[in-house]
């Protein structure tokens, strides 16, 4: 059984950001997560064949992506480790020391914990990052969004007038309220 089915907030902030859950019943078996973004990976003479971005969590701490490079990759928050130090001179009388130290991935133990980590770091590296692309992967670029926004207000009705009115009318009534 799945915890975060039950947390209310996980899955209003998936059905909001239009995530699914695509886990085989062997990775559910196993404790991992797996969900699928509304975004397509977008890699260089790789458009045709794009699939889209996915990510899971694992039973263990760890969170990656799993198709958006050669390999799956930590999600994980980094941390150094203590410096340790190594003798390199040992047969000498006078000792040489080697600073050593080591990155390894910051464990999130508890699954709700991964799961809102996952979204956030999604939402951040993700979704805000590619911004201008809609869910088949293609890029629309902002002259090509005003454009499209500026032809459509041409064949309006008079909406975007009205909106514009209101939103007038609330702006002066704000004023108001506040120095009133």
């Not at 260089?44 to 958006?68: D, K, W």
Request: charged fraction near 25%; include cysteine; aromatic fraction near 12%.
């Amino acid at each position: 059984m799945k915890k975060w089915l039950n947390n209310m907030n996980i899955k209003d902030k998936m059905d909001l950001l239009n995530i699914t859950d695509v886990s085989t019943p062997r990775q559910t078996k196993n404790g991992t997560v797996v969900w699928q973004l509304p975004i397509k990976n977008n890699w260089p003479g790789n458009q045709a064949n794009a699939s889209f971005i996915e990510v899971a969590s694992f039973s263990t701490g760890y969170v990656r992506n799993q198709n958006s490079g050669y390999s799956n990759y930590q999600l994980n928050k980094r941390c150094d480790s203590k410096p340790e130090y190594y003798n390199i001179n040992p047969p000498c009388k006078e000792p040489l020391y080697r600073k050593f130290t080591t990155r390894s991935c910051v464990l999130i133990p508890d699954e709700l914990d991964r799961l809102e980590y996952l979204i956030a770091y999604c939402l951040k590296n993700y979704y805000i990052k590619h911004a201008n692309q809609v869910a088949e992967g293609s890029y629309v670029s902002k002259w090509e969004h005003d454009y499209e926004m500026n032809k459509n207000h041409e064949q309006d009705c008079g909406h975007y007038d009205r909106i514009r009115d209101l939103e007038n009318k609330l702006d002066t009534i704000q004023r108001i309220a506040d120095h009133g």
